[in-house]
Nanobody, 122 residues
Framework: QVQLVESGGGLVQAGGSLRLSCAAS??????MAWFRQAPGKEREFVAA????????LYADSVKGRFTISRDNGKNTLYLQMNSLKPEDTAVYYC?????????????????WGQGTQVTVSS
């Protein structure tokens, strides 16, 4: 049974940093990604990774501030978030797809975690 379990969320002041983790179990994935959903808004793409940095993709809103990475030995995905802004406040979701390739669309991903809350205060 596939499970994705996020951790690392919390409350941080603007300009601060957090690192999110997503522990995967049940199988390995060539493509994993992070999405986020703010209150009253649709879920949006944040970053995706295909085989440990071979191909990564970032949303323009986080480019240069967030870094996606993986530890294949631990089957864990990370999201290092620096220079956080209040508009980064959201529930962050880890996701994975059975196939390869990086995509922005929610429909391209097959498995989802429960999410972890990130709150950035001004």
């Amino acid at each position: 049974q596939v499970q994705l379990v996020e951790s690392g969320g919390g409350l941080v002041q603007a300009g601060g940093s957090l690192r999110l983790s997503c522990a995967a179990s049940g199988r390995t994935f060539s493509t994993m990604a992070w999405f986020r959903q703010a209150p009253g808004k649709e879920r949006e793409f944040v970053a995706a990774d295909n085989w440990s940095g071979g191909n990564t993709l970032y949303a323009d809103s986080v480019k240069g501030r967030f870094t996606i990475s993986r530890d294949n030995g631990k089957n864990t995905l990370y999201l290092q978030m620096n220079s956080l802004k209040p508009e980064d406040t959201a529930v962050y979701y880890c996701t994975a797809r059975r196939g390869s390739g990086v995509f922005l669309a929610i429909a391209m991903y097959d498995y989802w975690g429960q999410g972890t809350q990130v709150t950035v205060s001004s």
